[in-house]
């Protein structure tokens, strides 16, 4: 069973920065693309950003681009979410989220971690 747990999530004045970090329970992670989303209420849940397995190429939301920085170490099963110039509407719920191919695709989630950004 894949279980993702996340941490790091809290509150946070605009202009400030916050890890997140994810830890995976899984020997798919390896094989997986990771990545972040995050949903505000009475929004859609958003890809934030994503990081491929093997190159760690990664993929950002227009929103945080050149703000955010996502990284993995394969070896500690973790993905890792930086986030800097913080601002109030990055303020949602952030999820983990791990992306196996093997044998079609299939999505797996973490509980997800609140992040609140004020101004």
């Known amino acids: 069973q894949v279980q993702l747990v996340e941490s790091g999530g809290g509150l946070v004045q605009a202009g400030g920065s916050l890890p997140l970090s994810c830890t995976a329970s899984?020997?798919?992670?390896?094989?997986?693309?990771a990545g972040w989303y995050r949903q505000a209420p009475g929004k859609e849940r958003k890809l934030v950003a994503s990081?491929?397995?093997?190159?760690?190429?990664?993929n950002y939301g227009d929103s945080v681009k050149g703000r955010f920085t996502i990284s993995r170490d394969n070896v500690k099963k973790m993905v890792y979410l930086q986030m800097t110039s913080l601002k109030p509407e990055d303020t949602a719920v952030y999820y983990c989220?791990?992306?196996?191919?093997?044998?079609?695709?299939?999505?797996?989630w973490g509980q997800g971690t609140q992040v609140t950004v004020s101004s």
């Open positions: 989220n791990l992306v196996s191919n093997v044998g079609g695709r299939k999505d797996y």
């Open positions: 899984t020997n798919i992670f390896g094989f997986a693309t």
């Open positions: 990081i491929s397995p093997y190159t760690s190429a990664a």
